[in-house]
T-cell receptor
Framework: SQTIHQWPATLVQPVGSPLSLECTVEGTSNPNLYWYRQAAGRGLQLLFYSVGIGQISSEVPQNLSASRPQDRQFILSSKKLLLSDSGFYLC?????????????FGPGTRLTVT | GQQLNQSPQSMFIQEGEDVSMNCTSSSIFNTWLWYKQDPGEGPVLLIALYKAGELTSNGRLTAQFGITRKDSFLNISASIPSDVGIYFCAGQINNQGGKLIFGQGTELSVKP
């Protein structure tokens, strides 16, 4: 069965510090991967998605970047965090081997920028 | 761009009552998905709908893919306290990397 992991679960970082959030998927190959941010318990904003290694599409201009160094690894980064980067970050994956595009989410990372 | 209007934004109901929420859009979608999110956790997929007019159940949950492909509803029958959470609809337009458009969520509170 497939599983998705996110690390760390919670993070408190000062303004101006760097960021690295990791997402890994097990039990599937060549998934589409997605990073979302959720502010204050409401709507999900798509930040980045990737259809393969090294292929990143950015949905909104922002202080963040994403990379996909391996097939099942997706990383969200920042060189200098802003207060507005606080939020709940969710990673999701989709298997593109079948007819459907059901997205499955990881447990999330709660980021607080102080 | 595409938008989903999800309503109601919040609901306060008594245990045992039935619940209905819906999503509408000006765009046509090929897939509708419904998720539930508990506090501090990632959304969990409840039901996926692939064909216009399709009616699908998952236990006490029933969802339908609108005939026009621009709307969907989710019903919960005989609500229980563990139904508390935020419910999201999501629509998908194929050939766009599997991207989803999410509604703003319906926050459900169930009073025992």
């Amino acid at each position: 069965s497939q599983t998705i992991h996110q690390w760390p679960a919670t993070l408190v970082q000062p303004v101006g510090s760097p960021l690295s959030l990791e997402c890994t998927v097990e039990g599937t190959s060549n998934p589409n991967l997605y990073w979302y941010r959720q502010a204050a318990g409401r709507g999900l904003q798509l930040l980045f998605y990737s259809v393969g290694i090294g292929q990143i599409s950015s949905e909104v201009p922002q202080n963040l970047s994403a990379s996909r160094p391996q097939d099942r690894q997706f990383i969200l980064s920042s060189k200098k965090l802003l207060l507005s980067d606080s939020g709940f970050y969710l990673c999701a994956w989709v298997s593109v081997s079948g007819p459907s595009y059901e997205q499955y989410f990881g447990p999330g990372t709660r980021l607080t920028v102080t | 761009g595409q938008q989903l209007n999800q309503s109601p934004q919040s609901m306060f109901i008594q245990e045992g009552e039935d619940v209905s929420m819906n999503c509408t859009s000006s765009s046509i979608f090929n897939t509708w998905l419904w998720y539930k999110q508990d506090p501090g956790e990632g959304p969990v997929l409840l039901i996926a709908l692939y064909k216009a007019g399709e009616l699908t159940s998952n236990g006490r949950l029933t969802a339908q893919f609108g005939i026009t492909r621009k709307d969907s509803f989710l019903n919960i029958s005989a609500s229980i306290p563990s139904d508390v959470g935020i419910y999201f609809c999501a629509g998908q337009i194929n050939n766009q990397g599997g991207k989803l458009i999410f509604g703003q969520g319906t926050e459900l509170s169930v009073k025992p």
